[in-house]
């Protein structure tokens, strides 16, 4: 009982692990990976709903995008940081 109970669980850690590898491969399909490298000029990504950058009481209106900034650092695969403004 013991045996079958290892061979089925094998076999859904299998089919699992198969599954995983099915779904990786079509969201890597779909993914862009954007290399910047120090003193870029890049666009700050801003949500409407954790930003002071609002326009009146409609969030829809506010801007997604703000800067130019120049990228001072690069902190991870992914992260940079940049040179914003005091305000």
């Keep these: 009982m013991l045996e079958e109970m ?13 599954a995983q590898d099915r779904q990786k491969f079509y969201a890597d399909k779909k993914r862009l990976y954007r290399h910047f490298e120090e ?4 666009f700050l990504r801003v949500r409407p709903k954790r930003s002071s950058l609002t326009l009146g009481k409609y969030k829809k209106l506010s ?16 992260a940079y940081e940049l040179l914003l403004p005091p305000n």
């Design 63 to 78: 801007p997604r995008f703000c800067g130019l900034y120049v990228i001072t650092k690069k902190v991870g695969e992914q």
């Design 6 to 18: 290892e061979s089925q669980m094998r076999s859904i850690k299998k089919d699992i692990k198969a």
């Design 39 to 42: 003193g870029d000029m890049v």
